[in-house]
Nanobody, 115 residues
């Protein structure tokens, strides 16, 4: 059975940092483009980072570029380093593995940026 499990969320003050992790069981992520998404209350889910496969090329939307970094640790783990966090970064963060015919989501981890 394939599972993605995110962890590392929490409450952080503006300007702080968090490191999110996504660990897979039952599948190797090496051949999957990996994405992180977030969903704020009352808003649609939006993508915040992608690591292509097999190249590993990364991309980010303007809202997080220069502050967030996606990385592949090994074939079953992907991380999202988030720096200089802002209140608008608050939301539930999900990792996603998707390629032709296959798609997996984690259950999400809550990130709250507040004083």
């Amino acid at each position: 059975q394939v599972q993605l499990v995110e962890s590392g969320g929490g409450l952080v003050q503006p300007g702080g940092s968090l490191l999110l992790s996504c660990v897979a069981t039952g599948v190797s992520l090496s051949s999957f483009p990996m994405r992180w998404y977030r969903q704020a209350p009352g808003k649609e889910r939006e993508y915040v980072a992608i690591s292509s496969a097999p190249s590993g090329v990364t991309n980010y939307p303007d809202s997080v570029r220069g502050r967030f970094t996606i990385a592949r640790v090994n074939e079953t783990m992907v991380t999202l380093q988030m720096n200089d966090l802002k209140p608008e970064d608050t939301g539930v963060y999900f990792c996603n593995a998707r390629k032709r015919g296959f798609e997996y989501w984690g259950q999400g981890t809550q990130v709250t940026v507040s004083t």
